[in-house]
């Protein structure tokens, strides 16, 4: 079993920065690949972005690229998420998955979920 936390939601202004961290507990946690991924108000949810357990790989949605930076430290068993240059159109509601595979940008492959976080963007 892995339990994953969020925190680092909050509000910000738009073209500010804000950095989500996503702390995991449980058995062999670090075998884990991780991803991110959000669900605006009234829509669906969305990969964000995902990370390899060693690190070494990243994948990122469109929306994001240029923009955010997912990454990891496995001797703390946290995983990052650095949102710079945010836009209104990031406020959402964030979640941390991991899954035993390969970093992926498809939800359906992760097992364990976090609780989430809230981003809030103000224009």
């Known amino acids: 079993q892995v339990q994953l936390k969020e925190s680092g939601g909050g509000l910000v202004q738009a073209g500010g920065s804000l950095r989500l961290s996503c702390a995991a507990s449980?058995?062999?946690?670090?075998?884990?690949?991780m991803g991110w991924f959000r669900q605006p108000p009234g829509k669906e949810r969305e990969s964000v972005a995902a990370?390899?357990?060693?690190?070494?790989?990243?994948q990122y949605a469109d929306s994001v690229k240029g923009r955010f930076t997912i990454s990891r430290d496995n001797a703390k068993n946290v995983v990052y998420l650095q949102m710079n240059k945010v836009k209104p159109e990031d406020t959402a509601v964030y979640y941390c998955?991991?899954?035993?595979?390969?970093?992926?940008?498809?939800?359906?492959?992760?097992?364990?979920w976090g609780q989430g976080t809230q981003v809030t963007v103000s224009s």
């Open positions: 998955a991991a899954e035993r595979g390969l970093a992926t940008l498809d939800s359906s492959a992760y097992d364990y």
């Open positions: 990370i390899s357990w060693s690190g070494g790989s990243t």
């Open positions: 449980g058995r062999t946690s670090n075998v884990y690949a």
